[in-house]
T-cell receptor, first 111, second 113 residues
């Protein structure tokens, strides 16, 4: 099945550092979403992007919809310990209602 | 006040058994989904129902059969369980099929021995 390539796979960072992760695909997407999943829970939506080139922020999180509509990135500034979790991108395939999820970025923040 | 709930939270069963997982949402949403998350955390859509009608049916063994008795409920029945079915199964819902925001349940961890 289809998957989005997400990188990096995992990150260990110090509290206060900025984090950047991205998703790329060979397919075109109408919508990009970024989710966070904590252990034992389902993913929770962080940011939604609708238009190519769109840059959207949610607190310390900033995400962008790539101009080619084939990629997206997520930045987290000034990380804190509760940022720990797995971050997933998800893209809505053009012409469908289906979302394809990225392979996830596991983030660990060292206090 | 749980928005999307699933039962059971954990399910341990033997190969060959038949089991069901239930999902309910109290958000008034029209669309519900089943996702499978494997041991590497890959999250993949299996099915989606919109107002009790199947709209997404991915390449899933026909041992898996979703059933939506009403738009607030989407159950997943699995026949003849296999070791490879072990995973976490997530139910989700969205306002409509075109809505971007999906609300996920807490997941059901299925272990087949």
């Amino acid at each position: 099945g289809q998957q989005l390539n997400q990188s990096p796979q995992s990150m260990f960072i110090q509290e206060g550092e900025d984090v950047s992760m991205n998703c790329t695909s060979s397919s075109i997407f109408n919508t990009w979403l970024w989710y966070k999943q904590e252990p034992g829970e389902g993913p929770v939506l962080l940011i939604a992007l609708y238009k190519a080139g769109e840059l959207t922020s949610n607190g310390r999180l900033t995400a962008q919809f790539g101009i080619t509509r084939k990629d997206s990135f997520l930045n987290i500034s000034a990380s804190i310990p509760s940022d720990v979790g797995i971050y997933f991108c998800a893209g809505q395939l053009s012409g469908t209602y289906k979302y394809i999820f990225g392979t996830g970025t596991r983030l660990k923040v060292l206090a | 006040d749980t928005a999307v709930s699933q039962t059971p939270k954990y399910l341990v069963t033997q190969m060959g058994n038949d089991k069901s997982i239930k999902c309910e949402q109290n958000l008034g949403h029209d669309t519900m989904y089943w996702y499978k998350q494997d041991s590497k955390k890959f999250l993949k859509i299996m099915f989606s129902y919109n107002n009790k009608e199947l709209i997404i049916n991915e390449t899933v063994p026909n041992r898996f059969s979703p059933k939506s008795p009403d738009k607030a409920h989407l159950n997943l029945h699995i026949n003849s369980l296999e070791l490879g079915d072990s995973a976490v199964y997530f139910c989700a819902s969205s306002q409509t099929a075109a809505s971007y925001e999906q609300y996920f349940g807490p997941g059901t961890r299925l272990t087949v021995t």
